[in-house]
């Protein structure tokens, strides 16, 4: 038999031609950097599980955000760590919330930054859950009223986007509907629309201090196993007037990434989550991974599935990178 006429190792003799002929490309406009706002003044707190990334206060915050700008990072989602908690979340929704004036701020000094907030409840309720508890479990339709409340109070201060992470049925209807009716028709959702209880949480429940108290979150996250609810749960966050949906976390779960791309003819996000970070930093500083290429294969895999926007702690360097 004669040696083949394709070789495909044709196009891959130098790096000109391998970029060249390159599927998928990465932009910093596609990154989300995930930010956590606390009390203080100056406050600048390293989050011991997740190196490099830190609690800060606003002032701090609207810093970091210069520089996202300054990188073309396409924006930012903001959590919120307030100074006090309660059972009703009161935090998340109060006008003067920590979410709320970081979002003042950042609009202040950098007013063309996109924003997106985080639209929960677990890091306000002392209890950690993510809704009115009720019987030892969370209630769903009360749970709602908080949602939204709290997603009004974000527009209002400025939030280009709100995206719900609470798993509550419903919730996109209800928010949507309250935006509305306040005025505020151009604000965005983007849906945790398949968010799974994951063991990859566990970094990010220290850097927001949203622990569970008692129990966990499987009766409102979905169950990992689940691939064709996940499809449902999309279609029916769609329905309920989702902009933009996010499957959460990411590499673990890069068919459903795929699957929805092929589905559904909206803009897919991914969250890169706090413990796919912390796992490669850990091996990058044990020296089993080499940094900037443990970094950049993880975000070209969540892209060539078929996520057009990331959430990912990677923002800063990656940008840093590709800039």
């Not at 490099?52 to 915050?61: A, L, R």
């Not at 004036?101 to 306000?124: F, G, H, Q, S, W």
Request: glycine share 8%; hydrophobic share 40%; with cysteine.
């Amino acid at each position: 038999m004669p040696f083949p006429t394709h070789r495909p190792r044709r196009l891959r003799t130098s790096e000109a031609m391998r970029r060249l002929v390159r599927e998928t490309r990465l932009d910093p406009a596609q990154f989300i950097l995930p930010l956590f706002v606390c009390p203080g003044e100056g406050v600048r707190r390293e989050i011991g599980s997740m190196p490099d990334n830190y609690q800060m206060s606003v002032d701090q915050v609207v810093k970091e955000c210069a520089e996202v700008q300054s990188l073309g990072i396409g924006g930012v989602i903001l959590f919120g760590l307030p100074e006090t908690k309660d059972e009703l979340a009161s935090g998340a929704y109060a006008p003067d919330g920590i979410v709320q004036c970081a979002i003042r701020a950042v609009r202040r000094e950098t007013p063309k930054l996109l924003i997106m907030t985080d639209v929960c409840n677990c890091e306000y309720t002392s209890h950690g859950h993510c809704g009115f508890v009720k019987d030892g479990d969370v209630d769903n339709d009360t749970t709602l009223d908080w949602l939204a409340k709290t997603a009004v109070s974000h527009a209002c201060a400025g939030a280009d986007i709100v995206a719900p992470s609470d798993m509550m049925d419903g919730r996109v209807g209800a928010i949507r509907e309250a935006l509305d009716a306040s005025g505020f028709q151009k604000t965005a959702i983007m849906a945790y629309a398949a968010k799974f209880a994951s063991v990859f949480y566990g970094p990010f429940r220290e850097a927001a201090e949203s622990t569970p108290q008692f129990g966990d979150r499987r009766s409102y996250q979905m169950d990992p196993a689940n691939g064709r609810e996940a499809i449902k749960e999309i279609e029916l966050d769609l329905e309920e007037g989702a902009d933009m949906i996010m499957v959460k976390p990411a590499l673990a779960y890069l068919d459903l990434i795929y699957q929805a791309r092929e589905l559904f003819h909206v803009p897919i996000g991914a969250y890169q989550v706090s413990g796919e970070y912390s796992m490669i930093m850990a091996a990058v500083r044990n020296g089993w991974l080499e940094y900037e290429r443990a970094m950049m294969e993880t975000l070209t895999a969540i892209t060539r599935a078929g996520a057009g926007i990331i959430l990912t702690y990677f923002s800063k360097p990656a940008a840093r990178l590709l800039g």
